[in-house]
């Protein structure tokens, strides 16, 4: 009984929820459901638009020989990539299924040279010059981990690498667009400014011991970025794809905080002098637009377990992209270098704004975690709703969900509800709690039939009935219910309509579950009176009337008929016929219909008189 929303028998009195169409009104982006990879099958249910190719082994990707270095991951060992793994792979994949690929390009200063494709690897600590090391790969014994009695050993960059600066990345793009074209032809339309680069000091400390400095970061940044723009003026950059806390605000220099480094750039954190250098220079250089995408990762830094208390916390902690009034209950906050709320999506608009205004915001590593229980497909879904309500640009998590985990009907819930491709709305709309931390809402309408969706969160242990009021809306009076939660795991279910009186939806949302409620738009009504037949003719007259309790002021009519009919002529309206579709709309004068209201056209057509199915939709 927990999973039949809409009864409110022994359910706990919940916040109220409220709905205003007409306010906050804004696109949501579909590059907001974006994955790293995953499966492909998934991938085309959700209809994914963009994919990223990133991570540490991109750091040095060496496009020429298909070799990538692990870097600390796995003993700094260079690898040869099959062609499924490889750059050209992995952009072919995505681009024959319709998805955007962001393809990062190397700026650490070294890629992987030429290596054998088995065992023994090249590596960066190869034992033939650390015999003595703490550890060794097991299936390697000639690479080891660098370290010699905990402290960092310093490596030869010529052991795996060779030099490489801005123009291999330029090169890079420009073999990319001699096989795929440019990204106005349909090739890659976004690179990133390579990865998470304030750890390249640890990441890749055989080749990049140093720790980064902001005129590193900065100089390496626009130089990469012009070779980029240089090799396919139409491509789109990404970065700087810091890590996390520390990397938003301080250089490997200055280390969490902002210190010296910053100080000698004006006392700007990282994030702020990337974005004033970034403008900087294109306003040095013809007014060009060297960064498009503000990009950041973000790991909350919580427990990964599946405790209860593990699980409250997952929950609270997505308020950190968002709520000014959350404290960090991480070493963020008070307990570790005590920084104010993050409300970082906001945070990183308002960074845009001062700096380099006009610069899209992006996360393309995050993940909350638990994506195998409903603990972790509730946060997700607070997440993706969070996104799409704060006007996010890109995201694509970093591991993705199988198929079958509840983390991938997060994705399903505004991706694909009714397992017939039913989405979530792609305007965003003002949608409130009154409590969003146990009953979260997001809303919005949906372009293609003007539908209002409603996304409902309930993160407590309790079913809670609450009403849904709903402003600036004309509907149909009837809410379809999607819920999905802890009854089935492996399924979204159809519930019963809910009523929709007089603006208000009572519904009771089921413990630990997420809803979906879709109000049809009221629109108009078309049907369809045979006046004679004479079987191999006939004339009829159409009336439309407009369902809504507001006027419209135009409308269409839509039908399919069989292959021997053809309309021969037609008045008060203006008619067309391609093969067996038919499309009417209003002549003008007749397109203006108060609440109520009824107009008619009609038409002379051959064949018999048959009924066909009208569909009507106000223009």
């Not at 590596?123 to 550890?135: E, H, N």
């Not at 007014?287 to 919580?302: A, E, K, M, N, V």
């Amino acid at each position: 009984m927990a999973q039949t929303a809409g009864s409110a028998e022994a359910a706990t009195s919940g916040p109220a929820l409220s709905v205003d169409v007409s306010a906050a009104r804004h696109a949501i982006s579909p590059d907001i459901y974006g994955l790293n990879g995953g499966d492909p099958a998934f991938n085309a249910e959700i209809g994914q638009s963009v994919a990223r190719w990133g991570g540490n082994a991109t750091s040095r990707y060496n496009f020429k020989n298909h070799t990538y270095n692990t870097g600390s991951d796995w003993y700094f060992e260079n690898i040869v990539a099959d062609e499924q793994h490889s750059v050209e792979g992995m952009v072919e994949s995505n681009l024959d299924r319709g998805i955007k690929p962001v393809v990062a390009v190397p700026m650490v200063g070294w890629v992987a040279k030429d290596s054998p494709a088995q065992h023994p690897f090249n590596c960066g600590f190869p034992a033939t010059r650390f015999p003595q090391q703490d550890g060794f790969d097991v299936w390697d014994a000639n690479c080891g981990n660098g370290r010699l009695n905990g402290q960092d050993l310093t490596g030869v960059p010529t052991d795996s690498s060779i030099p490489a600066g801005p123009g291999f990345a330029g090169e890079m793009v420009a073999h990319l667009v001699d096989r795929f074209g440019t990204a106005a032809q349909g090739g890659v339309p976004i690179y990133e400014l390579d990865n998470e680069p304030v750890l390249w000091s640890s990441t890749h400390r055989d080749v990049h011991p140093e720790p980064v400095s902001m005129d590193e970061l900065g100089g390496k940044g626009t130089a990469t970025a012009a070779a980029i723009k240089a090799a396919d003026p139409s491509a789109k950059t990404l970065g700087p794809s810091g890590w996390g806390y520390c990397e938003w605000v301080a250089s490997g220099v200055d280390g969490c905080a902002p210190g010296a480094d910053s100080a000698a750039h004006g006392g700007l954190n990282l994030s702020q002098w990337y974005l004033k250098n970034m403008k900087d220079y294109g306003d040095a250089h013809g007014g060009t637009r060297y960064l498009d995408y503000f990009d950041q990762h973000f790991y909350p830094q919580i427990p990964g377990g599946k405790d209860p208390e593990a699980n409250a916390l997952r929950l609270r902690s997505t308020r950190s992209l968002w709520d000014p009034t959350y404290v960090e209950e991480s070493w963020i906050g008070p307990g570790g270098v005590n920084a104010p709320p993050l409300q970082f999506i906001r945070t990183m608009k308002s960074w845009v704004d001062q700096y380099y205004p006009g610069t899209k915001t992006a996360i393309t590593e995050y993940n909350w975690g638990a994506l195998d229980d409903i603990n972790g497909a509730l946060t997700q879904a607070d997440v993706l709703g969070i996104f799409g309500r704060e006007g996010l640009d890109l995201a694509t998590m970093w591991g993705e969900p199988k198929p079958t985990d509840p983390g991938a009907y997060a994705f399903r819930v505004y991706r694909d509800y009714d397992g017939a491709g039913g989405r979530f709305g792609d305007v965003s709309v003002s949608a409130t709690s009154g409590d969003q931390g146990r009953l979260a809402v997001y809303a919005a309408e949906r372009s293609s039939d003007r539908a209002l969706t409603v996304v409902v969160v309930n993160k407590t242990a309790e079913d809670l009935a609450s009403p849904l009021s709903v402003a600036g809306f004309d509907g149909t009076g009837a809410a379809q219910r999607f819920t999905y939660g802890p009854a089935d795991l492996g399924a979204i279910a159809r519930g019963d309509d809910l009523p929709v009186t007089e603006g208000r939806v009572d519904a009771t949302y089921p413990a630990n579950s997420i809803t979906v409620l879709v109000l049809p738009a009221a629109g108009c009504t078309a049907r369809l009176q045979v006046n004679g037949d004479w079987g191999t003719g006939h004339v009829a007259t159409v009336t439309v009337t407009n369902d809504r309790r507001t006027p419209i002021t135009g409308w269409r009519v839509n039908w399919t008929w069989p292959t021997d009919r053809q309309v021969v002529t037609s008045w008060n309206t203006t008619l067309e016929q391609h093969a067996t579709e038919v499309t009417a709309t209003n002549v003008g004068w007749n397109g203006s219909l108060r609440a109520g209201n009824t107009t008619t056209f009609g038409f002379l057509a051959t064949g018999g008189g048959t009924a066909p199915t009208l569909t009507c939709r106000p223009t």
